[in-house]
Structures are given as C-alpha cells and as structure tokens.
C-alpha cells in the first residue's frame, strides 16, 4: 500500500484538483473508497500532457461527480511517481476501492478519454444518467415509429438537460434529417460542443446526413440500371445508381454496387467507392449485419 502523508488538500475543491506527496492518501486512495478517481500525471514541460489535460477535465465535469480526478505534477512530487513507477507522461490512472483498476499512457483522442470515463462511471455505479438514457431510449423508439418531430422534441429536451450527450445530439440530428430539414440538421451538428465532435454517434449521424444530401440528388434508379447493364465499365454510372438505390431505402443493393466499382476500379476518382462504402458503414448501427459483411467483404477485396 501507498505510504504517503495523509494530510487533506483543504485548498482544493471540486471534481478536479491538484495533490501533492503530503495530500495523496486522502485525495485519492481515501477518496476512490467512494467514487473512482483519475490521477494525471504530468510536467509542465510537456506537450501532449497540455493537450490530454483538458480533455481529461472536460470529461470529468460531464460525468458531473461519478468520477474525481487529481493532477499530479512530477517534478515536483517524484516520490509519487517513482512509487506507481511513472515512466513517462502523460501517463494516467484510475483508482477505485483504494487500487488502480485502470489506465493508459500518452496524449489518447476524445473518444477513447470517454471511454475511458464512461468505463470508471460503471465501475463505480455511480451512472446518474439513467433517466435520461431512458428519455433517449423512448424518443429512439419514436422516431423508428416515424413519429419524428415528436422525437426531435425529446432529444432536445435531453439535450437542454445534458449538452454532452452524444445519443441525444446524435438523435436530434437523425430526427430532422426525417423530416427533411437537412439544413437545420446540419446547423445542430455543427453546434455541437469540440469535444463530441468524434463521438460514434456525431459521426453516425454525419454520415447519415451525408448520404441525405445524396439522396436529394439521386438519379431514377431503372435509367442507371439500363445504362449499368449496357456499359458495365461506366464507373460514373455505376456509382450513381449505388447512391440512387440507397436513397430508396436499399442499402445491400448499393453496397454490392459500390464493392463491384471498387473490383473493377478500386482508384477510380480518387477512391469515391471506398470512401462511399465507409460513409454508408458508419451511417449503420455498429453491429449492423450489412455493415460487418460488407466491411469483411471490402478488407478482402483490398488486402487480396
């Protein structure tokens, strides 16, 4: 066990705060008795530790108190970092019941410190989400139901209570892009906060705003079947009628469509199939059959 001075921060409030040699046992091997506390290990020399700072204190205040987290700065307190043997920073842990149950090194994108985040909140059981995660859940199922105006008033209604809830923005971008109004759709999502910017569900719901404005313009699908039948070779024509087809709701077909471009022509204007082919994947639900089989299909095809 650590054997640190156990002498409190009194200077410290809040989520977030600094320790030292003096106020570690109370900071964070006594304080993860009841809440998982993250300890940041840092220099102020260090770049990327600037960089994963912020971060890691954004996601802290989201989790609105399921989580604490402590800064520790190594050239001043060397025997803390000696004893967890910190080797290089950034380097960050998680405690919980007094132990590190968690942890990683070197500046990591926003999504992974959310994951991270999201993983000490369950750890803890200290999730205060669970209403809203049912409100997101109720307007799901609205607006598979088609009832979508009344499920974009419930997303951002759940917004308004948690301005980072990634399902909830994500939600209210998927319900105007039903109605229709892809202009206000994409206004949302370019309001959304930085840090949700390369949330799963932002990017979900980008690629589905993508397609839209595809769709928008999608040619009639029997003219580009006719013409793909007597040219197989126009690679224009071919992807048009993989855009056309997903716009009438048959995603399977365009992919077929879109992988028999990417045979016949994986270079043809600069990649479009393939990067067609990963706009419509991350538009799917992660564990989408069609996405799995058509991501397996086009590894294949690249790595043959």
Known sequence: MLEFGQAPNAGA???????TEATFMADVVEASQTVPVIVDFWATWCGPCKTLGPMLEDAVRAAKGAVKMVKVDVDQNQAIAQQ???QSIPTVYAFWKGQPVDGFQGAVPQSEIKAFVDR???TGGGDES???DEAVTAAEEMLAQGAAQDAAQTFAAIVGEDKSNAKAYGGLVRAYIAMGDLDQAEAILNGADAALSHAPELEAAHA??????????AGPVSELTQTVEAEPDNHQARFDLAQALYARGEPDAAVDQLLELFRRDREWNEGAAKTQLFTIFDALPPQDPLARTGRRRLSSMIFA
């Open 13 to 19: 409030t809040g989520d977030i705060k600094d320790t």
């Open 84 to 86: 967890l043997r910190v």
């Open 120 to 122: 000490l909140v369950q």
């Open 130 to 132: 669970g209403g809203l």
């Open 208 to 217: 589905q705003l993508e397609l839209a404005k595809q769709a928008a313009n």
